[in-house]
């Protein structure tokens, strides 16, 4: 501080009054700290408390880099920071005084250059003279136009309460280059870049945090969003959390929000309200099955999120649809017992005509009538046989093994007209109809699977025809593959059912007049394998209830047959 003396002379005046101006100096040089330090509280005050969003960084990186460059009165700034996956250090947008295509190439490694030597010593650097600095690479001098500059570490630093540094770790660097006015950059100018550095890395490192966390909340968001199970997390409260849209559908909600809501309130099924009850009373994961009002079936499990303190804090819900799988089951167990009567049905009669046959040992049925009964018993047993070659070409489909394919060549006129003889056999009332050319191509396939998808097609055209009618096969040469058509004038099928009665034990159902037509189920799914086998494909071409239907069989003239590992 200045004292009072008395002036004693020119001399001791001059002496005072260079000691005044030292004080005076040193004044300047607080005053202008005082300043800077005034506009860093100032440039820090204005930065927004939590950001959350990339753009937000951005926003805000942006606003301070202009700061630091009023600040420390620079062209440039630029903040690089480590990323782990990639080894190195990249501008972090925006900076300052560079473009695009200068900031997207400026990537350095640590240990080299000066940013990376300053990353990896965690020490300031000032330099003055870049062209001749055999520490700064010269390929960044010459693409950024670099005449001198300041690198200061990022540090982030961790405090304990009584705000000692407990902890320290660098996340980047900080560079401002080319000082404004043809000066050089100094110590004072390294210092207040060194305090900006330190909140910068504050407001980085907490931004990525929270854009990390939001980032990553939002594709839990989204991959619940897009699940295909009903999801509803509920609090031991009983508020839900969170809620799916599958859920919604699941509990027909409409999609809304309804976090916050308690649980009781939006669903009212006992079961389902029972089960989350007993998995925090019992603090056991549980699990059961659902039928709803619309008669769909859920399997709904319960899992437990155990909180710090060992209890129950949230109990997830899980919806899966079943409803399919049950409807299978039930179909099987319906496939079952039509099978064992189809079986029984040819046995019995086979059973009885052999018996009658047996007993006559008189010989009261004359030649006609015994010849009757053999041709019944015939009949009979190729029933039975169809059946079971069906029942087994099933199974080798459901074990995903490949069919056994014959491939030799095929006349198809001939193979539908003997089909559509022995079809014949068992109905009068159809008019059954080869409309297929005799010079229709031969083609290469398994002669006995094709006359089974004919004779399945032309059987189902006579079952579902109850008022009889003609039923015709028709053949198109299509070049590389041929097409037969099968029409009927039957029962039709209603649109709902069209596709799905190619799935396995799918029947046309709640239709009276299929009441009393015996079915499996099986009949269609086995001809589309059949003719997917062969490269082919089997498919419902036309149909309209009560008029008829029109299905189509298309097959390669060359069967492409797909090899499977396990023949
Ligand atoms: P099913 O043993 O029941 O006949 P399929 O798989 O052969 O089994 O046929 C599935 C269902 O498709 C049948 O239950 C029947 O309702 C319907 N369907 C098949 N062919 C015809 C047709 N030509 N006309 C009307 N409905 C048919």
Request: proline letters at 3%; hydrophobic letters at 40%; aromatic letters at 4%.
């Amino acid at each position: 501080m200045v004292e009072d003396v008395a002036p004693e002379g020119p001399e001791a005046l001059r002496k005072e009054l260079e000691r005044y101006r030292l004080v005076v100096t040193d004044l300047h040089g607080k005053i202008r700290e005082l300043e800077s330090e005034l506009q860093i509280t100032t440039a820090m005050a204005e930065m927004p408390g939590v950001i959350v969003t990339r753009p937000e960084l951005q926003q805000t990186m942006s606003r301070l880099i202009s700061k630091i460059a009023m600040i420390v009165q620079c062209e440039k700034v630029m903040i690089f920071l480590y990323h782990g996956e990639s080894g190195e250090l990249a501008l972090l947008p925006p900076s300052l005084g560079l473009t695009e295509e200068q900031a997207a190439n400026a990537v350095v490694k640590p240990g080299e250059g000066i940013i990376g030597e300053v990353y990896e010593s965690s020490e300031s650097v000032i330099y003055n003279d870049a062209l001749n600095d055999a520490r700064v690479l010269p390929e960044i001098v010459s693409a950024l136009r670099i005449r001198n500059g300041i690198a200061v570490p990022l540090v982030i630093k961790q405090r304990n309460e009584e705000e000692r540094i407990v902890q320290e770790r660098t996340i980047g660097v900080a560079q401002v280059c080319n000082k404004r006015y043809e000066q050089e950059f100094d110590q004072d100018d390294l210092r207040l870049l060194e305090m900006l550095a330190e909140q910068a890395a504050a407001v980085i490192s907490n931004a990525q945090l929270y854009i990390t966390l939001t980032e990553e909340k939002e594709r839990l968001e989204d991959a619940l969003e897009s699940m295909r199970s009903g999801v509803i997390v509920v609090s031991s409260e009983g508020d839900i959390r969170l809620m799916n849209r599958a859920a919604c559908e699941v509990l027909q909600l409409p999609a809304d929000g309804y976090e916050g809501k308690q649980f009781t309130e939006v669903v009212s099924d006992d079961q389902i309200l029972n089960l989350l009850q007993e998995t925090i009373s019992e603090f056991r994961e549980q699990s059961t099955e659902v039928e709803l009002d619309n008669e769909e079936v859920h399997r709904v499990e319960t899992s437990m999120v155990v909180g710090e303190n060992g209890t129950v804090s949230d109990v997830v819900l899980i919806f899966t649809d079943i409803t399919d799988i049950r409807h299978v089951e039930r179909m099987k167990t319906t496939f079952v017992s039509t099978v064992s009567h189809e079986l029984r049905t040819p046995l019995t009669s086979i059973k009885g005509f052999i018996s009658t046959l047996l007993d006559d040992v008189e010989g009261l049925y004359d030649e006609r009538t015994r010849r009757e009964f053999y041709e019944i018993i015939d009949q009979e047993c190729d029933r039975l046989t169809r059946l079971i070659s069906d029942l087994l070409n099933i199974s080798r489909i459901e074990s995903g093994r490949a069919l056994e394919m014959t491939i030799e060549p095929v006349n198809l006129p001939e193979v539908v007209q003997r089909v559509l003889t022995a079809q014949q056999e068992y109905t009068s009332r159809h008019n059954l109809v080869n409309a297929v050319p005799t010079d229709f191509p031969t083609i290469e396939a398994d002669k006995d699977k094709v006359a089974q998808i004919l004779d399945n097609l032309v059987g189902n055209a006579i079952k579902y025809s109850p008022d009889g009618g003609d039923i015709v096969v028709s053949g198109t040469d299509e070049g590389d593959s041929i097409r037969i058509d099968i029409t009927d004038h039957g029962l039709g099928i209603p649109a709902r059912h069209r596709e799905k009665i190619f799935d396995r034990f799918q029947m046309v159902e709640g239709d009276s007049k299929r009441k009393g037509i015996k079915g499996t189920g099986i009949g269609l799914y086995l001809v589309r394998h059949l003719a997917r086998a062969h490269g082919g494909e089997v498919s419902l071409s036309w149909s309209e209830v009560d008029e008829g239907s029109t299905f189509t069989v298309v097959l390669p003239k060359v069967p492409q047959i797909e090899q499977s590992a396990e023949q």
